[in-house]
């Protein structure tokens, strides 16, 4: 009986795992919709887009392996079932929602920022429950704790230098960057602090089912 439970446990975190990189795609798709700039990274994948063609979550994925490789290059952080899992589903939900249409085109400047702040909320939200089932942080983030192991330097300030980066890289490729990508900057963080604790909670009783077999296999 207790197997049967822990296996429906998995089965529920790994449902939240992927239904919240759906949604967080979603309002990444909200946000690329309404044209008023985007995330530092997005900025980047859809620079590459232009440049070299495929599609914005082909170029995610590829980022992502990357990023995977330089982790494990840097801080030897070693990839991860989940980690992967983050990186093809999250590039496939991208493409997916483009690819439907789910999302209009905005008309006047209004419907757009009423869009992207949407966007914006969505997006926070879907982190929040794919992070809530600790499955695994995604490439980018696995990289930002190898640099921050490597160089010594706060989170705050490797996450700053790479997204810095990846913003001047993505606008030299020709990605928008606009009001946009500054009000993602400041609003993503406090918003997702709200949203991993509530979802967290959602979560605890299938970390209650997990972690003490975690903790025996151990």
Not at 88 to 102: P, T
Not at 139 to 156: C, H, K, T, V, Y
Not at 178 to 205: C, D, E
Request: aromatic share 12%; net charge positive; with cysteine.
């Amino acid at each position: 009986m207790s197997g049967i439970r822990i296996r429906r446990s998995l089965v529920v975190r790994y449902f939240m795992f992927i239904l919240g990189l759906f949604i967080g795609a979603f309002g990444c798709v909200l946000a690329i919709k309404a044209n008023l700039g985007v995330a530092p990274w997005d900025t980047f994948h859809i620079g590459l887009q232009k440049t070299f063609g495929l599609t914005i979550g082909i170029w995610s994925q590829i980022v992502g392996v990357i990023v995977i490789l330089s982790s494990y290059v840097v801080a030897k952080i070693k990839p991860t079932f989940g980690m992967f899992l983050n990186m093809i589903c999250f590039g496939s939900f991208l493409d997916l929602i483009l690819w439907w249409n789910l999302v209009p085109e905005p008309g006047s400047i209004w419907t757009r920022l009423i869009m992207f702040l949407i966007g914006v909320v969505v997006m926070t939200i879907g982190i929040g429950m794919y992070l809530s089932p600790r499955l695994g942080a995604g490439p980018r983030d696995s990289f930002m704790l190898a640099m921050n192991e490597r160089l010594g330097w706060s989170i705050q300030k490797v996450r700053l230098i790479i997204e810095i980066t990846v913003l001047l890289a993505g606008a030299a490729l020709g990605g928008p960057v606009s009001i946009g990508t500054v009000l993602i900057a400041i609003l993503t963080g406090p918003l997702i602090q709200r949203t991993i604790p509530f979802w967290q909670m959602v979560m605890k009783k299938q970390y209650d089912l997990i972690e003490p077999v975690e903790r025996q296999a151990g």
